[in-house]
């Protein structure tokens, strides 16, 4: 029987079985494709001689350190996306775009040399053939009480493998949609899954090849929006490689998915049209990739169809939870609470994984002073984030003006800012051994657990103290008075949302030490 199953082969699905292998902890990984890297998706263009991102293009070092460590770690290679600060605008097909000033668009993003692909290559180099299965579509899912029995289909087959742990690491609403359960899962549940919209699932890429990049030689940045009614492409950007060498543009889609479906024969025509309004004739002689990721089965459920008004809300506490005593659990970019939607949320969820699944790190002399000694150390490190929490808000802050993200700043960075921290608190805990034995409980809450939890006493007010000071003297936010000059109804909204972070920041500590408790117990 398999120690864990995990079904998804995206970022999420390679970074936990990375994990686990790491750790020499038995699994199998499942893919419904005949590939690995879920929404991560390059292709190799002969015209520019290089990789060209069809699905994510960037990371963003300064708010995204996941990514960032991870990256390093791999020995991968990044670059900052080319951005001079100037954009063209093309309101009216008959007319030349303008020309405006646009610093920062991109707001710090980075590349991949080689792609994002190569962060997939570079997760499953050492991961052993045998356990990476592709091809292997999930229709059900049985609790047997010691393990869970998931049902594929293979190649015409029906295959049923039996597992002690299960991981979904795939869009929520395709397990909704797609999944049979056995027993069903509860009403709220089905409701979490069911509302997540899966990220850029109803979206589509282009991205065109040139023999040079004719575009830098005229003075333009590669940055363009197209907003008027026949626009095919909404939004342009440079993705030449990082000396240029290699010479290409990429755009998003500004049609529907039905309407790209009806003009799927004069797609390459349309795009090619549209570039040519934008950077003139020598932009017709181009070498296209498309990516309808609303056609993607394994990507794009029904709902997916109509995107959200506004930018989604991810890591819904109950697609954070393990299911059936712990054997079943959700991952996924979707699930995370911070960076949902995002590479660096795909990691998020792949370690709050790997913690619960792995519970018993090297163990030290136990007893009273080993908790000691853990509680200290994570004393120690919750105030060091007193000391820097403030400059993980101002990175956020500036990071959504320069990406145009510009309502709700204050509390959208704020709350980041704190999730960010309870992310890596976790991690931090994950890393230390407590005696867990002797923790009772008070109110639902291990005496341990308070211990851990005090040092972050008074910290959502410092944060929120130091981030009104700050805005304040803010020359970026003068002009947006709400966020100048948080009003009080505007400070308690975002206090509250403070307080729910906390409290499901609180309720992953005790259960945290509740599953090394379990180990504990069954040592």
Known sequence: MLDTAIVGGGLCGLALARGLQARQRGFALFEARDRLGGRILSVSSEKAGMALDLGPTWFWPETQPRMLRLVSELGLHSFPQHDTGEVLYLTDHDKPPETLSQPGLHGGAHRLEGGMTSLVEALSRDLPDAALNLGYTLTALADCGDHVELSFECGGEAIVVA??????????????????????????LLEALSGTYTWMADQAKVVVAYDRPFWREAGHSGNAFVRHEQAMLGEIFDACSADAAGAALGGFAAIAPETRAAL????????????????????????QHFQDWAAEPYTCSRRDHVPPDSHPEYGHPALRRPQWGGRLLFGGSEAASYGGGYLEGALESAARIQRALIADPAPLPAGA??????VGQFTAWVAAQRTSVLERYKRLLHHNLASQHTDQLTQR????????????????????????????????LSTLAQSLLAPFVGFNKFLLDEVVAFNGGSCALSNFPPEHRPS???????????????????????????????????A
């Open 264 to 287: 799927r024969l004069g797609l390459p025509m349309l795009v090619s049209s549209q570039m040519v309004q934008v950077f003139g004739v020598e932009a017709e002689q181009g070498e």
């Open 413 to 444: 960075a704020v709350l980041g800012a704190m999730e960010q921290v309870y992310s890596e608190a976790l991690a931090q805990l994950g890393e230390l051994s407590f005696d867990t034995g002797g923790a009772s409980l008070e109110a639902g």
């Open 163 to 188: 597992a002690r742990r299960v991981v979904l690491a795939m869009p929520p609403r395709l397990i909704e949609e797609r999944v049979r359960f056995e027993p069903a899962l509860d009403g709220k």
């Open 488 to 522: 009080p109804e505007y400070l308690e909204t975002t206090a509250r949302d403070l307080a729910a972070a906390w409290r499901e920041f609180a309720y992953n500590v005790n259960a945290l030490l509740a599953s090394r408790l379990a180990v504990q117990a069954a």
């Open 369 to 374: 002073a080993q908790n000691e000694q853990g």
